[in-house]
T-cell receptor, first 116, second 113 residues
């Protein structure tokens, strides 16, 4: 069975600093996808970035990048130049292999607080 | 604007009553999903549907039921058999082919009194 572990319940960072949110995963399948979502206090889930297990390069989307270390089974999210609006819960998720619906397995989340 | 709508945002029910949560999407996505989120926790999959008139149980389906009679709609019924129904419920949709992100609705917070 697939499992996602986020070991940082909360993180506090000064505005404009870079921050790394940790995510490790456990799967025996060679093909999988990894996602990061942001959940503001309003509750909706906002997609940030995706990494496929066969992708050669680390994914980047604007200020977000994913530090993918396949041998270590880690997929850390890096936010550069943090902003006050980045304060939210962040969830790492994995899509198991197989056709059809993209079921996701989520980690417990990390609450990020950006201080002015 | 394309997106997913869930109604209502807040819902209160008495213990022992069934309640149906609405989820509608106009993204023309084939797949739809229901997740449950408890305080301080990640999301857990309740049910998902890959196509109209088809749905599958997720990890915590007991006490819930769904239907998928239309592509745009995937209502979730929380039955009286659900032991602890108070939670935040999120609906999502996605294309089924390839690695595509799931798009989420704003959620419904259900409180059973």
């Amino acid at each position: 069975a697939q499992k996602i572990t986020q070991t940082q319940p909360g993180m506090f960072v000064q505005e404009k600093e870079a921050v790394t949110l940790d995510c490790t995963y456990d799967t025996s399948d060679p093909s999988y996808g990894l996602f990061w979502y942001k959940q503001p206090s309003s509750g909706e889930m906002i997609f940030l970035i995706y990494q496929g297990s066969y992708d050669q390069q680390n994914a980047t989307e604007g200020r977000y990048s994913l530090n993918f270390q396949k041998a270590r089974k880690s997929a850390n999210l890096v936010i550069s130049a943090s902003q006050l609006g980045d304060s939210a819960m962040y969830f790492c998720a994995m899509r198991p292999p197989g056709p059809g619906a993209q079921k996701l397995v989520f980690g417990q989340g990390t609450r990020l607080t950006i201080n002015p | 604007d394309g997106g997913i709508t869930q109604s209502p945002k807040y819902l209160f029910r008495k213990e022992g009553q069934n309640v149906t949560l609405s989820c509608e999407q106009n993204l023309n996505h084939d797949a739809m999903y229901w997740y449950r989120q408890d305080p301080g926790q990640g999301l857990r999959l309740i049910y998902y549907s890959q196509i109209v008139n088809d749905f599958q149980k997720g990890d915590i389906a007991e006490g819930y039921s769904v239907s998928r009679e239309k592509k745009e709609s995937f209502p979730l019924t929380v039955t009286s058999a659900q032991k602890n129904p108070t939670a935040f419920y999120l609906c999502a949709s996605s294309r089924t082919s390839g690695d595509n992100e799931q798009f989420f609705g704003p959620g419904t917070r259900l409180t059973v009194l």
